[in-house]
T-cell receptor
Framework: DSGVTQTPKHLITATGQRVTLRCSPR?????VYWYQQSLDQGLQFLIQ???????AKGNILERFSAQQFPDLHSELNLSSLELGDSALYFC?????????????FGPGTRLTVL | QQPVQSPQAVILREGEDAVINCSSS?????VHWYRQKHGEAPVFLMI?????EQMRHEKISASFNEKKQQSSLYLTASQLSYSGTYFC???????????FGQGTILTVHP
């Protein structure tokens, strides 16, 4: 158990819908990362937050957005869902976010878009 | 730019050794190695920093060759528990995001 929690574990929804994935980092960790893992794309970095502020952005679609709240939990919002958005979404956390450090991954949320 | 891992897959018998390579077209600052078992989250193995020492984790070690822009993961006397997909991630200098390779599937048979 990494100490990072993600909810829900599974999510099944329809195309065009909007969902919210939630992540609570390890106690004391200030930085949160979101990754998308699909069979054909591997593990793709989406976005990083550090102490409430966006720190780095990857190939995140405009239909996706995220935020980190004052209590440091983070939410990833996916809207206008398409079949291709079906994937495993991981959240990871690290102590801070200004240098390369060990990242602890949560168990992931498996999103299925029908 | 995504780093390239080789080989794509390795099959071993218990006790055998393996090497997984990670190459980047960009200058490396840090290389992170993770292992992921099927249906589970990636688990951190080690970080190698530019100018740093070779790292070890149990019977797994790794090296960082700045000139070749390459890192290698060495698994010695493999155990059944080593089975999984190994990912290398390239880290930047001022942030924590990682760009992962496509993964190397390692299977260890009894």
């Amino acid at each position: 158990d990494s100490g990072v929690t993600q909810t829900p574990k599974h999510l099944i929804t329809a195309t065009g819908q909007r969902v919210t994935l939630r992540c609570s980092p390890r106690s004391g960790d200030l930085s949160v990362y979101w990754y998308q893992q699909s069979l054909d794309q591997g593990l793709q970095f989406l976005i990083q937050y550090y102490n409430g502020e966006e720190r780095a952005k990857g190939n995140i679609l405009e239909r996706f957005s995220a935020q980190q709240f004052p209590d440091l939990h983070s939410e990833l919002n996916l809207s206008s869902l398409e079949l291709g958005d079906s994937a495993l979404y991981f959240c990871a956390s690290s102590v801070e976010g200004t240098r390369p450090l060990e990242q602890f991954f949560g168990p992931g949320t498996r999103l299925t878009v029908l | 730019q995504q780093p390239v891992q080789s080989p794509q897959a390795v099959i071993l018998r218990e006790g055998e050794d393996a090497v997984i390579n990670c190459s980047s077209s960009k200058a490396l600052y840090s290389v992170h190695w993770y292992r992921q078992k099927h249906g589970e989250a990636p688990v951190f193995l080690m970080i190698l920093l530019k100018g740093g020492e070779q790292m070890r984790h149990e019977k797994i070690s790794a090296s960082f060759n700045e000139k070749k822009q390459q890192s290698s993961l060495y698994l010695t006397a493999s155990q059944l528990s080593y089975s999984g997909t190994y990912f290398c991630g390239i880290g930047g200098t001022s942030y924590g995001k990682l760009t992962f390779g496509q993964g190397t599937i390692l299977t260890v048979h009894p």
